[in-house]
């Protein structure tokens, strides 16, 4: 069996990483289209050793196509999604467009795949700091039921977009060589600091927490339990690729570091690096580039009864956001 993919908002840095991930994974792709605006239309982009022309994303571009992946800004998602699937595509989205839609699955294979089944032609792939940290929390709370978490993120710019990337570099080397460092994708300076503020620019919410710490709890609840806390705070920094998160839990049975340790070492898509030693830990420089998620600095919250902490790290481009939207692929053929 091979089947018919659009990859939709192509040249973007997610859209290229799910070109490099459907290249990696042995997905049975018949044909493919790479779909972009009108601005980048008849640029080329080569897939499995052949040269492919980039589409312009038209109402038309759809005709055969069986799953489209969608990595647009989200009112281009809510435009385009309803006319793939009526020319007879499953999209998976990686816009927040659909995401709390009663409708729409939010899936996250590792947690619950059997969501997917019940689509009706759209399934939402989550915020890339709410997967990451789903994956590493998963097992344990399979064995210990979380009630609580409190997470801090450290967010790469890629999470922003490529001039975002070209922001960092630049604005690092103008403060590197004493020249004026003027930002213009972030409301600060991003090099060499920190930016409590994701995504830059947006409303706060009428609580005072970000639009993405806020993504943070939806989703965690849609996802994984209805009844989980989650109280976020999403900061960005000078990373390109690779979110990081300090996450503690709070279960309602104890689960001891060593049995996390042990679970997450079982756990399907999760990498311990962990030995106290060798001063061995996640980082963001070691993890671009994989599909997996990787935890570390496990240990007990010693100020509450049943508490963990523990240290995550993905590439936001692969698991974050490409990766997770192929293995949803994966899931449907
Ligand atoms: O900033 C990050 O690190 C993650 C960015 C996520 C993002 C950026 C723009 C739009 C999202 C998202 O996936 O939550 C969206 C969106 O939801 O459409």
């Not at 939010?106 to 700091?129: F, R, T, W």
């Not at 004493?178 to 830059?200: D, G, K, Q, T």
Request: glycine share 6%.
């Amino acid at each position: 069996m091979s089947v018919s993919i659009a990859v939709v908002g192509a040249t973007g840095a997610v859209g290229q990483a799910m070109r490099d991930v459907l290249e990696e994974r042995d997905f049975p792709v018949g044909r493919i289209r790479f779909l972009a605006s009108e601005r980048s239309a008849g640029m080329e982009m080569s897939f499995r050793g052949e040269v492919h022309a980039i589409e312009e994303l038209t109402e038309e571009a759809f005709e055969g196509v069986q799953i489209a992946l969608f990595s647009i800004p989200k009112a281009m998602s809510r435009k385009f999604a309803p006319i793939a699937v009526a020319a007879g595509a499953v999209v998976v989205d990686n816009s927040n467009a659909f995401r709390m839609d009663p409708e729409v699955p939010l899936v996250v294979p590792e947690v619950n795949a059997d969501a997917a089944q019940g689509h009706n032609g759209i399934i939402a792939n989550p915020n890339c700091s709410t997967t990451q940290m789903l994956v590493a929390l998963k097992p344990i709370h399979d064995e210990g039921v979380i009630r609580r978490v409190v997470v801090t993120t450290f967010q790469a710019v890629s999470g922003t977009g490529r001039d975002a990337m070209d922001e960092l570099r630049d604005l690092s080397d103008a403060v590197l060589s004493s020249r004026e460092a003027r930002p213009l994708v972030y409301p600060h300076l991003i090099a060499f600091n920190c930016l409590p503020e994701i995504p830059n620019k947006a409303p706060w919410e009428p609580n005072g927490y970000t639009e993405e710490e806020m993504k943070m709890h939806n989703e965690t609840r849609k996802i994984m339990a209805a009844d989980i806390q989650v109280a976020a705070t999403c900061v960005r920094v000078p990373v390109f690729i690779g979110h990081s998160e300090a996450v503690t839990v709070e279960t309602q049975r104890k689960v001891t570091p060593e049995r996390a340790r042990e679970l997450l070492l079982n756990a399907p898509g999760i990498k311990v690096i962990d030995d106290r030693e060798a001063r061995t830990y996640p980082m963001p420089v070691d993890c671009a580039g994989s599909n997996d998620t990787f935890v570390g600095r496990i240990r007990e919250d010693y100020t509450v009864a049943n508490g963990l902490n523990m240290w995550v790290v993905s590439d936001n481009l692969r698991k974050g956001a490409a990766t997770n939207a192929v293995q949803i692929a994966e899931l449907l053929i």
